[in-house]
């Protein structure tokens, strides 16, 4: 099996005509309506979740956006990285952003916060 097979967990969670089962889907570069040279997952289009930490990690402005399912990543000169679906984080890497977000080391697009936070968050109570 090729490394770079996974199984989107959109295509296991969301009601659609298609097949639901394991290893059917690669990261590969595409087109779409977010041009991106970062590989992208064959079913749902976003980035490798890995590459999505590395680069908030380092900087990148994460675009918000009214769902709490979807973000659109930004570099340093403003143009779209790519888009990047929650679902694909692992629990170790969400736990990981939790942690950034509230240590506020996330670079947060306009309006500076999140109008609707990720599924996987809840408000900081401490602010």
Not at 102 to 126: D, K, M, Q, T, W
Request: proline letters at 8%; hydrophobic letters at 30%.
């Amino acid at each position: 099996m090729s490394r770079d097979r996974h199984t989107c967990p959109r295509r296991m969670q969301e009601m659609g005509p298609w097949d639901r089962e394991e290893n059917l889907d690669r990261w590969s570069k595409r087109s779409g309506l977010v041009k991106s040279k970062e590989p992208a997952c064959t079913f749902c289009g976003s980035m490798q979740p890995d590459r999505f930490m590395h680069l908030i990690e380092h900087g990148y402005e994460l675009g918000t956006t009214v769902k709490d399912y979807k973000a659109y990543l930004h570099n340093p000169t403003g143009g779209t990285v790519g888009k990047f679906y929650y679902q694909h984080l692992d629990e170790e890497q969400k736990l990981r952003f939790i942690h950034l977000l509230n240590s506020r080391e996330v670079n947060i697009g306009v309006p500076g916060y999140f109008p609707v936070l990720p599924f996987f968050c809840r408000p900081n109570p401490a602010g």
